[in-house]
């Protein structure tokens, strides 16, 4: 990456995701290397068992790599306290679960400004709206 240049919104470098130990060891990522570019869309498909949500896990800082690097947003992730990864994740990383763990009291606009709130920021105007497309 040059100089002035954005950071890619997630890097793994040599990342290794194990699993458990010795025989009954299950490695689900081995030295997997991607790089995510900040306003793009990726689709991670595969078979079950694959690795797919082992990797998001991973690319998020929702589980950390058993070897390897994770950075998100030019902030290595691998040395972080739990406070700090998670003020990270709060601030630089959006997460759609499979089953989308929305809090049903809430609407729509509610549950996408819940991060903002979270934090201790009020939605600009026009902001949720504008997630939500």
Do not use: W
């Not at 896990?57 to 992730?77: E, F, K, N, Q």
């Amino acid at each position: 990456m040059t100089s002035g240049q954005t950071p890619p919104a997630v890097e793994l470098r040599a990342v290794t995701r194990t699993y458990g130990t010795g025989e009954r060891g299950v490695t689900a990522l081995h030295e997997l290397d991607a790089v995510f570019p900040a306003g793009t869309f990726t689709a991670v498909m595969g078979p079950s068992g694959s690795g797919k949500s082992t990797l998001l896990h991973c690319a998020a800082g929702l589980d950390r790599a058993t070897a390897g690097d994770v950075i998100i947003d030019g902030a290595p992730v691998g040395g972080l306290s739990e406070r700090a990864l998670t003020r990270l994740r709060r601030a630089r990383v959006g997460f759609v679960f499979q089953a989308f763990n929305l809090i049903g009291a809430l609407t729509a606009a509610q549950n996408v400004a819940l991060p903002l709130r979270l934090a201790g920021h009020r939605p600009a105007p026009g902001e949720v709206s504008a997630m939500l497309g």
